[in-house]
């Protein structure tokens, strides 16, 4: 099944906007777990079970496990979500951006090693580092267009002068991705919660393209702002939150505390999709 048919299919099935972030930091796992990196697939698999029927996604950051050399609990997590939660799509994080034939090698690493349905990419260099991913026909590419982080800024909000209308560089993302890159429907982009007004910008160009918006929870974001601004019938819209819910107690109970930032935060985004 295509990543899409995967996302519009779990957010029917479990009510959910919400995506869980899978960003395991060994020191912040509860006692018995604290500070050892090789309890990171036994962390992240008692999460993905405890809210598995509570969301439309599942986004492993990949960062995270590299930085453990931990990638063989990675595999293992992919194929355990796979097994226990076969109907919800997952999205490596991985931002890559590199030339064409480095590109190859990244997009076999997110769709055959780890067997993703969808990865997260910078467009920072061009269309012939986004292509080698859509060669993967049903898998999908969000490319980063405006960010959660207030550095986003820095780049994403300067003007491109030219350019006809002089576009700020996330607008001219967005319209790339709507249009001429979508070669074969593939694309997504992502957005920050923290930036209601620029998720708005951001659908009015891209009134169909999914969107995936972290920056709930933990960063601030405003989750019924999001919605508002974001969810369209025909434009889908995946809001990220992880270290609010994988954190949300150190204690023994902290599978079965996620599980209860997840319901809340699902509710929030819910309640606000109905309005
Ligand atoms: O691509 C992303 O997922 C991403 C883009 C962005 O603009 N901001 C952002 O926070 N993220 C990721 O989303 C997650 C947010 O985590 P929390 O702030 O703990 O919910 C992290 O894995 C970030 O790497």
């Known amino acids: 099944m295509n990543f899409t048919d995967m996302l519009r299919g779990a957010t029917a099935q479990n009510n959910s906007l919400l995506c869980v972030g899978l960003d395991p930091e060994p020191t912040r796992f509860p006692a018995g777990m604290q500070g050892d990196p090789r309890k990171i697939y036994d962390f992240c698999a008692a999460i993905v079970d405890a809210t598995a029927d509570l969301v439309c996604a599942f986004k492993p950051q990949i960062a995270y496990f590299a930085a453990h050399s931990a990638e063989d609990q990675l595999e293992r997590l992919m ?18 951006g590199d030339i064409g034939s480095t590109a190859e090698q990244y997009a076999k690493e997110a769709f055959e090693r780890y067997g993703a349905d969808a990865v997260t990419l910078s467009p920072f260099m061009g269309f012939d580092s ?47 991705a709507q249009g001429p890159w979508n070669k074969n429907g593939q694309l997504g982009l992502v957005v920050g919660a923290t930036y209601p007004q620029e998720i708005e910008r951001v659908r009015a160009i891209a009134p169909t393209l999914p969107l995936l918006i972290p920056g709930v929870g933990a960063q601030g974001g405003d989750a019924a702002a999001t919605v508002r601004a974001g969810l369209r019938n025909d434009g889908p819209i995946i809001v990220n939150s992880s270290r609010a819910v994988l954190y949300a107690s150190q204690g023994a109970d902290f599978a079965a505390a996620a599980r209860t930032a997840a319901q809340h935060t699902r509710a929030v985004l819910e309640a606000s999709r109905s309005r």
């Open 79 to 96: 194929q355990h979500m796979r097994a226990n939660a076969p109907q919800v799509p997952v999205i490596l994080d991985a931002k890559r």
């Open 130 to 176: 986004i292509e080698p991913y859509l060669a993967y026909h049903g898998k999908g590419a969000f490319l980063l267009c405006r960010t959660s982080n207030p550095g986003g800024d820095d780049l994403q909000n300067q003007r491109l002068a030219s350019i006809e209308g002089q576009p700020l560089m996330y607008e001219h993302v967005a319209r790339l």
